[in-house]
């Protein structure tokens, strides 16, 4: 009878401490669950603090001009800034008139980018008309030559570098918290057009030399000719600015350039009239190839959605013509 009490109190003892023991567990697994839902809680109210770091701009109140330029700045603000282009997919600046919605979009803005050198004429009106008080931010400005105005210095990538440059420092200015960001985002962007430069240079290297002949529609291929060993025999219209009108003269001067040269092809730029660039086929046998990006980017699901790849797109649709 003795053994059996020790063993039953030895049981109870055991079962107390047992019951303590868990106890003790339980309260400390509660105050760990605690502790890491509170560390949680601290961690995603930080991000939730990093990420809701938004700029002084509602949407629409930051307008690109053209459609490069919106996506050249939608790679400086990377999503702190929503970008969207004044002038829709298709359209040539040179040709742009303003309607009742544009003038809207422009009343509303605060911040304008645009090109500059002269490509957009209708510009200084609109802001007259619609009492803007936007801050403009001139993408080419420190470019050119004012002799000699050529406002499509977008067609050579290392002029693109100037482009992001001031961009960058305009955005700056406006919105001096999102520095850090812009500041980032645009040193990786000018790493991406600095291989674009040497990939368009490695692309063009297998054209001969003899064969690197360009004629276009008008005057804007002369910077992209000039960084890529290219000569320009002529233009139909022989002005920056693709709505100005050729003369017959200038038409039979171009028919005999064209055949005295030998050129290979004449490259229009999508949505340009065909009528003169058929007849010079049809008056010297050149190729007629229409479909280069050039003041406009593709949608997002064409050849040319980005401003890189309407660059690559253009560069091997040359290379593939005259090579």
């Not at 023991?21 to 697994?29: A, E, N, P, Y």
């Not at 839902?37 to 629409?60: G, M, Q, R, Y």
């Not at 790493?191 to 063009?204: F, P, S």
């Not at 022989?238 to 050129?263: G, H, R, T, Y």
Request: net charge neutral; with cysteine.
């Amino acid at each position: 009878m003795k053994k059996l009490k020790i063993n039953n109190n030895f049981y109870i003892k055991f079962n107390i401490l047992l019951i303590i023991i868990l106890v003790i567990f339980f309260i400390l697994s509660i105050s760990a669950c605690n502790n890491n839902s509170l560390s949680s809680k601290t961690s995603i109210a930080t991000e939730i603090s990093k990420n809701s770091e938004n700029s002084i701009f509602n949407p629409d109140e930051v307008i690109a001009v053209e459609t490069f330029l919106a996506d050249i700045t939608q790679n400086i603000t990377n999503g702190r800034i929503n970008i969207s282009a004044l002038i829709p997919i298709g359209v040539d600046p040179h040709e742009f008139e303003p309607t009742p919605k544009d003038f809207n979009k422009i009343s509303k803005a605060k911040i304008i980018i645009i090109n500059g050198g002269g490509i957009e004429g209708w510009l200084e009106k609109a802001l007259k008309n619609t009492a803007s008080n936007a801050y403009i931010i001139n993408a080419s400005e420190g470019l050119g030559d004012p002799k000699n105005p050529d406002p499509h210095f977008w067609l050579d990538p290392n002029y693109v570098i100037n482009y992001v440059q001031n961009i960058t420092n305009g955005l700056i200015k406006e919105d001096p918290n999102g520095k850090d960001i812009y500041l980032k985002n645009s040193e990786n962007y000018i790493l991406k057009l600095q291989d674009l430069d040497k990939w368009i240079k490695n692309e063009v290297s297998i054209i001969p030399i003899e064969n690197r002949l360009i004629i276009t529609n008008h005057e804007s291929f002369n910077y992209f000719a000039k960084r890529y060993g290219f000569k320009i025999i002529g233009t139909i219209i022989p002005n920056v600015s693709s709505d100005a009108e050729v003369s017959a003269k200038q038409f039979a001067d171009l028919v005999n350039k064209v055949k005295e040269s030998k050129a290979k092809a004449i490259f229009l730029e999508t949505g340009t009239n065909p009528a003169l660039a058929n007849q010079l086929a049809s008056e010297t046998g050149i190729k007629v190839v229409n479909n280069l990006y050039t003041h406009s980017l593709s949608d997002k699901n064409g050849v040319a959605p980005t401003y890189i790849d309407m660059m690559k797109f253009n560069t091997k649709t040359i290379v593939d013509n005259l090579k």
